[in-house]
């Protein structure tokens, strides 16, 4: 959505599952693929796009995913990491690639953003169309909490969020 609504030309969304890739298409993106129909994630993207991307947003927390995030760049292209891997994690990447291409790496943590800003905006677009949150969460009572993590870890739910009765707080 955020591509989308930045302009972005091409946005592609790579998944799992087929129900992520189909909301990501019905949220702004251009094309989706399915890492098992294709016989290279990298060189599909490549192909699509007629060399690369400026920008990929890594959110697995998978390293090899994220390896991946950095191949697909163009030159002077940036990746940035959102998705927490185990503590410990390690990728690898070819530092000479990075450096001749003047690619870069960044790790994002809750967004970077200005909260007194980011949310005003996030408001104003929620408002206008732009930024329906509500399509991504699912309600969970407190008491459905092993339910919550279950569908969160099986990809069923983007966003889990738990519901407490004031008799449970």
């Known amino acids: 959505m955020a591509a989308n609504v930045e302009g972005c ?4 969304a790579v998944d799992l599952k087929d ?3 189909e909301k990501a298409l019905e949220l702004g993106a251009t094309a989706a693929i399915d890492p098992n129909n294709v016989d290279d994630v990298v060189e599909t993207i490549r192909e ?13 927390g998978v390293p090899d995913v994220a390896e991946q995030a950095v191949d697909v760049l163009t030159q002077r292209g940036t990746t940035g990491i959102v ?3 185990p503590l410990g994690s390690e990728a ?15 790790g994002i943590v809750e967004g970077d953003a200005q909260p007194t800003q980011f949310i005003p905006t996030l408001i104003d677009l929620y408002q206008q169309g732009e930024f329906p949150f509500d399509e991504l969460v699912t309600y969970y009572d407190f008491a459905d ?8 870890e099986a990809g069923e739910t983007i966003k ?3 519901r407490m009765d004031h008799d449970e707080a």
Not at 9 to 12: E, F, L
Not at 48 to 60: N, S
Not at 95 to 104: A, K, S, W
């Open 160 to 162: 889990p969020i738990l």
């Open 83 to 85: 998705g927490a891997p």
């Open 145 to 152: 909490i092993e339910q919550a993590v279950a569908d969160s």
């Open 9 to 12: 030309t091409d946005i592609i």
């Open 92 to 106: 690898s990447y070819d530092i000479n690639d990075l450096l001749i291409n003047g690619r870069e790496i960044v």
């Open 48 to 60: 699509q796009t007629d060399g690369g991307v400026q920008y990929a947003l890594e959110t697995t």
């Open 19 to 21: 129900s992520r890739r």
